[in-house]
């Protein structure tokens, strides 16, 4: 039999805590060979910058093909200097 992708949901928006846990998500998906995650509330209730820098992160797990994303130590990466 063949692979099938998994795209995981992202969940409810919790407020300030969005950005971190959509990073830890896509990284634990990414982890476990999926290949998406479906954000909607997280990135669309809040400003238009906040939400776009939000979704650009979980593409950044996504499109970057090193290895450092088995590392749980890269969410540092993708959150770096991001107010949320």
């Not at 950005?19 to 509330?41: C, D």
């Not at 950044?60 to 770096?80: E, K």
């Amino acid at each position: 039999m063949g692979r099938m992708g998994l795209i995981n949901s992202g969940g409810a928006s919790s407020g300030e805590g969005d950005l971190a846990e959509a990073v830890r998500t896509a990284i634990i998906n990414k982890r476990a060979g999926g290949m998406g995650l479906i954000s909607g509330r997280k990135a669309f209730q809040r400003p238009l910058a906040q939400g776009v820098e939000l979704l650009n992160r979980i593409q950044d797990v996504y499109l970057d093909q090193r290895s450092r994303w088995h590392d749980a130590a890269a969410c540092g990466f993708a959150l770096a200097g991001r107010g949320f």
